[in-house]
């Protein structure tokens, strides 16, 4: 059974920069991929980066060039660093692991995904 406790998460102004981290334990963290979602009020929760256990990132396109995922196999964690951000990047941020061996494009999936954090909440102001 893993574990994943999200953090990170807050209130910044547009434009601004946030880091959100999860933090993975009970398991194997380096055969996992990771994936990072996000749900907005009345809205239904979706996609915003994947990190495969072979290092392959993947992004939405609402975020790609502003977020950048990455893992460290050491530490356990899987972080998001979110710049430029907008309004409408506000949302809760749940971090996923999935027992890895799928291509990047079914990351895209939540239903692939075998574990879910909390989540974090990102507010973002105008």
């Known amino acids: 059974q893993v574990q994943l406790v999200e953090s990170g998460g807050g209130l910044v102004q547009a434009g601004g920069s946030l880091r959100v981290s999860c933090a993975a334990s009970?398991?194997?963290?380096?055969?996992?991929?990771m994936g990072w979602f996000r749900q907005a009020p009345g809205k239904e929760r979706e996609f915003v980066a994947s990190i495969a256990w072979t290092g392959t990132t993947d992004y939405a396109d609402s975020v790609k060039g502003r977020f950048t995922i990455s893992r460290d196999n050491d530490k356990n964690t899987v972080t998001l660093q979110m710049n430029s951000l907008r309004p409408q990047d506000a949302a809760v941020y749940y971090c996923?692991?999935?027992?890895?061996?799928?291509?990047?494009?079914?990351?895209?999936?939540?239903?692939?995904?075998?574990?879910w954090g909390q989540g974090t909440q990102v507010t973002v102001s105008s």
């Open positions: 996923a692991a999935q027992r890895g061996g799928i291509s990047s494009a079914m990351l895209r999936w939540q239903a692939k995904y075998d574990y």
């Open positions: 009970g398991g194997t963290f380096r055969g996992y991929s």
